[in-house]
């Protein structure tokens, strides 16, 4: 990979070459440190050509059909014209080991069209790093030219804030379980999301997608919308008989043209830019620290001694950032 020039990378990608942009992103999501630095200077070329897409998240627990919604939405956009980019933040954790996402053959008609890159998700070995990367995979994919990019996780807590932080519209998607239909309200996520789509509203399910709609809409009418001027609302849909996905692009659509307008738009994307710089800022402050020799000689005694009760948590970690910056 290292032998590919930086130019190469950036007229790659700026030409919209799909083999070009893949390697991009492969080498943005590289944690080797020869390829950070090659990566910084190919996206601070590729800047000026970006922020042009409208950028969807699509969260719902595994099964809910996110991969059926985005292929047929992700058709269906192509055919009008569009460019469209799918990108996955898998939450996968060291318990689990596997992917949640990437296991299975995800959206075959999509891949096949020219106007669509599906980014497969990462496997098992690269985690952890990656869901912070996508941020800058987007902006890879725009610069390609992409106008739409879907990016696609699972519904778990952390990695639907990330994503969520990462985009201009978040869309939950559920199924009309059995039962208790406002659980998703318990877990926090209906208060991050721009929109509802109760999916597999079809056959014998339609009616109970119905009532989940009227449901969700009412606790929806009790919640503090997540961005001004806009209240999210509860839509039902089929991805797989494709019914009801134009009406939902139609919402999101609208969004885009009243949150542009009243400039809510705007702030939402530049208050994410200052989050990235905070969260970039963290993250390389608290690799510095653990890699430093004077800390990592000095922490094994320190955290003895905290889990033992002779040392208060907060004492011994002022002790090592005392320990940090003196050796800085
Ligand atoms: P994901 O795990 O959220 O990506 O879910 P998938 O897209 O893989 O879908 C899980 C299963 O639900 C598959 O068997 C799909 O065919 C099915 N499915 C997805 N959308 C619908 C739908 O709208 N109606 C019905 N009946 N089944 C669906």
């Given at each position: 990979?290292?032998k590919?020039t930086?130019?190469?990378?950036?007229?790659?990608?700026?030409?919209?070459?799909?083999?070009?942009l893949?390697?991009?992103?492969?080498?943005?999501?590289?944690?080797?440190?020869r390829?950070?630095?090659?990566?910084?200077?190919?996206?601070s070329?590729l800047?000026?050509?970006?922020?042009?897409?409208?950028?969807?998240?699509?969260t719902?627990?595994?099964g809910?059909?996110?991969?059926?919604l985005i292929?047929?939405?992700?058709?269906?956009?192509?055919?009008?014209?569009?460019?469209?980019?799918v990108?996955?933040?898998?939450?996968?954790?060291s318990?689990?080991?596997?992917?949640?996402?990437?296991?299975?053959t995800?959206?075959?008609?999509?891949?096949r069209?020219?106007?669509?890159?599906?980014r497969?998700?990462?496997t098992?070995?690269?985690?952890g790093?990656?869901a912070?990367?996508?941020r800058?995979?987007?902006?890879?994919?725009?610069?390609?030219?992409?106008?739409?990019?879907?990016?696609e996780?699972?519904?778990?807590?952390?990695?639907?804030?990330?994503?969520?932080?990462?985009?201009?519209?978040?869309?939950?998607?559920?199924v009309p379980?059995?039962?208790?239909?406002?659980?998703?309200?318990?877990k926090g996520?209906?208060?991050?999301?721009?929109?509802?789509?109760?999916n597999?509203?079809?056959?014998?399910?339609?009616?109970?997608?119905?009532?989940?709609?009227?449901?969700?809409?009412?606790?929806l009418?009790?919640?503090?919308?997540?961005?001004?001027?806009?209240?999210?609302?509860?839509?039902?849909?089929?991805?797989?008989?494709?019914?009801?996905i134009?009406?939902?692009?139609?919402?999101?659509e609208?969004?885009?043209e009243?949150?542009?307008?009243?400039?809510a738009w705007?702030?939402?994307?530049?208050?994410?830019?200052?989050?990235?710089?905070?969260?970039?800022?963290?993250?390389?402050?608290?690799?510095?620290?653990?890699a430093?020799?004077?800390v990592?000689?000095?922490?094994p005694?320190l955290?003895?001694?905290?889990r033992?009760?002779?040392?208060?948590?907060?004492?011994?970690?002022l002790?090592?950032?005392?320990?940090?910056?003196?050796?800085?």
């Amino acid at each position: 990979m290292s032998k590919v020039t930086t130019e190469a990378y950036v007229e790659g990608v700026l030409a919209g070459n799909r083999v070009m942009l893949a390697r991009t992103i492969t080498l943005v999501e590289s944690n080797a440190q020869r390829h950070f630095e090659q990566a910084q200077a190919v996206l601070s070329h590729l800047l000026p050509h970006t922020g042009q897409s409208l950028r969807v998240g699509v969260t719902g627990v595994p099964g809910a059909g996110k991969s059926t919604l985005i292929e047929t939405l992700g058709l269906k956009l192509v055919q009008a014209g569009h460019k469209v980019a799918v990108l996955a933040v898998d939450p996968t954790s060291s318990i689990t080991k596997g992917s949640i996402l990437g296991d299975k053959t995800r959206m075959e008609m999509l891949t096949r069209e020219e106007n669509a890159f599906v980014r497969p998700s990462p496997t098992g070995g690269m985690l952890g790093g990656v869901a912070r990367k996508t941020r800058e995979s987007i902006l890879v994919c725009e610069a390609a030219g992409y106008d739409v990019i879907l990016v696609e996780t699972v519904g778990t807590g952390q990695s639907e804030i990330t994503v969520r932080s990462m985009v201009d519209f978040f869309l939950l998607l559920l199924v009309p379980g059995a039962g208790d239909e406002l659980q998703g309200i318990k877990k926090g996520v209906v208060e991050i999301a721009d929109a509802i789509l109760i999916n597999k509203a079809d056959g014998e399910n339609k009616v109970r997608a119905e009532a989940a709609r009227t449901e969700y809409n009412r606790a929806l009418h009790y919640l503090t919308p997540a961005i001004e001027g806009w209240r999210p609302r509860a839509y039902t849909a089929s991805a797989l008989e494709d019914a009801g996905i134009d009406k939902i692009w139609s919402a999101i659509e609208s969004f885009q043209e009243k949150m542009t307008e009243s400039g809510a738009w705007q702030a939402r994307r530049k208050a994410q830019l200052q989050e990235w710089l905070h969260t970039v800022i963290a993250e390389q402050l608290k690799q510095s620290f653990y890699a430093q020799p004077t800390v990592q000689a000095a922490l094994p005694d320190l955290e003895t001694a905290v889990r033992q009760g002779k040392l208060p948590p907060t004492t011994a970690a002022l002790q090592l950032l005392q320990i940090y910056k003196t050796n800085q």
